[in-house]
């Protein structure tokens, strides 16, 4: 039997009916306007899901209530007692490797500088192994501080929370195969419950701890758009898309993204906070043990919460090692010194002035931690003014 042009004809455009409707079949597929976000959370399974990052959050914990002890001008901590809080945790596990050295360095400076029963001598330092600068007059507890007026509980704990918790995400992220599961980890290690509290009532399960809680600090709940808020969003994008299925793959790697940026920002952020706390407090025409520690604890905290970051792999954050570097050599804190900074500089006589600009380079913005943090994450004046304040407190959220 012949075939006949027409047949050929006919059947070629059946063909390509068939093609094409195959092709209709697979761009039918939803596209991100069909991803339905919810407003909460979904939390089942949560628990069994987020017992890793439980762990490293009790851990952290468990280290820095033992480092505090030695707030207590009397109290001795023994480097073997804060090594047994570290050493061999997933803590450490999950800590970048140059982090776990700075860490063993930092506890080796603090046990030292305990349990010395009379105030630091600041005013000479640095001098002796440091010791506590109590917050009251005739007091017996304040912060504790190397010989150099660096207070290494701050080195420690919050330099963890880039170098150990943030480092931890990322590598979750990383490793691939996402799950609802991961996001729920995410969640945890990051510091906030599926609740997202925003606040600090120890009354509320979903109260935030760790990098959520100055998330918290750093947000006016006015502002949608607060970094707290953000990175909520963030999360319960992540959660919907990875429910939804691989064709929201993308929405749900853009939602990782952002979390990650966002959640670098709030530790930023929180750096210029402290950084102005400082400088309040520098500025301040009579200085007396109470505002000397207040300023060289918030000095402290910014010096901690930079050098984190050092630990996590450049391709995981914004800010690079270059930038790491000059940041904390303007706070005369070099990430491999961590025994030998200059920090009791700040406190000098004769170049405490001279000091100031390294934190506010308001005269100079090539030179302050405050106006460079924010070139680089391109925080605009209003929210560098607003990150000063404390939102938890002003909107009564203790």
């Given at each position: 039997?012949?075939?006949?042009?027409y047949?050929?004809?006919?059947?070629?455009?059946?063909?390509?009916?068939?093609?094409?409707?195959?092709?209709?079949?697979?761009?039918?597929?939803?596209?991100?306007?069909?991803?339905?976000?919810?407003?909460?959370?979904?939390?089942?399974?949560?628990?069994?899901?987020?017992?890793?990052?439980?762990?490293?959050?009790?851990e952290?914990?468990?280290?820095?209530?033992?480092?505090?002890?030695?707030?207590?001008?009397d109290?001795?901590?023994?480097?073997?007692?804060?090594?047994?809080?570290?050493?061999?945790?997933?803590?450490?596990?999950?800590?970048?490797?140059?982090?776990?050295?700075?860490?063993?360095?930092?506890?080796?400076?603090?046990?030292?500088?305990?349990g010395?029963?009379?105030?630091?001598?600041?005013?000479?330092?640095?001098?002796?192994?440091?010791?506590?600068?109590?917050?009251?007059?005739?007091?017996?507890?304040?912060?504790?501080?190397?010989?150099?007026?660096?207070?290494?509980?701050?080195?420690?704990?919050?330099?963890?929370?880039?170098?150990?918790?943030?480092n931890?995400?990322?590598?979750?992220?990383?490793?691939?195969?996402?799950?609802?599961?991961?996001?729920?980890?995410?969640?945890?290690?990051?510091?906030?419950k599926?609740?997202?509290?925003?606040?600090?009532?120890?009354?509320?399960?979903?109260?935030?701890?760790?990098?959520?809680?100055?998330?918290?600090?750093?947000?006016?709940?006015?502002?949608?758009?607060?970094?707290?808020?953000?990175?909520?969003?963030?999360?319960?994008?992540?959660?919907?898309?990875?429910?939804?299925?691989s064709?929201?793959?993308?929405?749900?790697?853009?939602?990782?993204?952002?979390?990650?940026?966002?959640?670098?920002?709030?530790?930023?952020a929180?750096?210029?906070?402290?950084?102005?706390?400082?400088?309040?407090?520098?500025?301040?025409?009579?200085?007396?043990?109470?505002?000397?520690?207040?300023?060289?604890?918030?000095?402290?905290?910014?010096?901690?919460?930079?050098?984190?970051?050092?630990?996590?792999?450049?391709?995981?954050?914004?800010?690079?090692?270059?930038?790491?570097?000059?940041?904390?050599?303007?706070?005369?804190?070099?990430?491999?010194?961590?025994?030998?900074?200059?920090?009791?500089?700040?406190?000098?006589?004769?170049?405490?002035?001279?000091?100031?600009?390294?934190?506010?380079?308001?005269?100079?913005?090539?030179?302050?931690?405050?106006?460079?943090l924010?070139?680089?994450?391109?925080?605009?004046?209003?929210?560098?003014?607003?990150?000063?304040?404390?939102?938890?407190?002003?909107?009564?959220?203790?």
């Amino acid at each position: 039997m012949k075939i006949s042009f027409y047949n050929y004809a006919f059947l070629a455009i059946a063909l390509v009916f068939v093609a094409s409707c195959k092709e209709d079949d697979r761009v039918t597929t939803p596209l991100s306007s069909d991803l339905q976000i919810p407003a909460i959370y979904d939390s089942t399974g949560y628990e069994a899901n987020v017992v890793t990052e439980s762990q490293v959050r009790s851990e952290l914990a468990a280290l820095t209530r033992r480092m505090q002890v030695g707030r207590h001008m009397d109290s001795t901590v023994t480097l073997a007692a804060l090594q047994a809080l570290y050493n061999g945790t997933t803590l450490r596990a999950v800590t970048g490797a140059s982090y776990q050295a700075k860490v063993d360095t930092a506890l080796r400076e603090l046990a030292r500088a305990t349990g010395k029963g009379v105030r630091y001598a600041w005013e000479n330092a640095p001098n002796g192994d440091g010791g506590v600068i109590p917050t009251t007059v005739g007091g017996n507890t304040g912060y504790l501080y190397d010989e150099n007026v660096l207070e290494m509980e701050q080195v420690v704990e919050k330099g963890l929370f880039a170098a150990a918790m943030y480092n931890h995400a990322v590598s979750l992220i990383s490793a691939g195969n996402i799950t609802e599961a991961t996001i729920d980890r995410l969640v945890e290690i990051y510091g906030a419950k599926p609740g997202f509290g925003n606040n600090e009532r120890n009354s509320d399960p979903n109260r935030d701890r760790f990098s959520a809680q100055y998330a918290a600090r750093r947000s006016d709940t006015a502002n949608a758009n607060s970094l707290y808020a953000q990175i909520k969003r963030n999360l319960l994008t992540a959660k919907a898309a990875v429910k939804a299925g691989s064709a929201f793959n993308r929405q749900r790697d853009q939602a990782l993204a952002d979390f990650k940026l966002n959640w670098e920002k709030v530790l930023a952020a929180t750096v210029i906070n402290y950084c102005h706390s400082a400088l309040d407090g520098l500025r301040a025409p009579n200085r007396d043990d109470g505002i000397v520690t207040s300023v060289m604890h918030a000095y402290s905290e910014a010096v901690g919460f930079l050098s984190g970051w050092k630990a996590v792999p450049p391709s995981q954050r914004r800010i690079t090692d270059a930038q790491i570097d000059e940041l904390l050599e303007l706070l005369r804190a070099p990430y491999d010194q961590t025994a030998n900074a200059q920090s009791y500089l700040f406190l000098s006589q004769n170049s405490a002035t001279a000091q100031l600009f390294r934190l506010d380079g308001r005269n100079d913005p090539n030179t302050g931690v405050i106006e460079r943090l924010a070139q680089i994450y391109g925080f605009s004046n209003q929210e560098v003014e607003d990150f000063r304040k404390n939102w938890v407190v002003l909107q009564n959220r203790r």
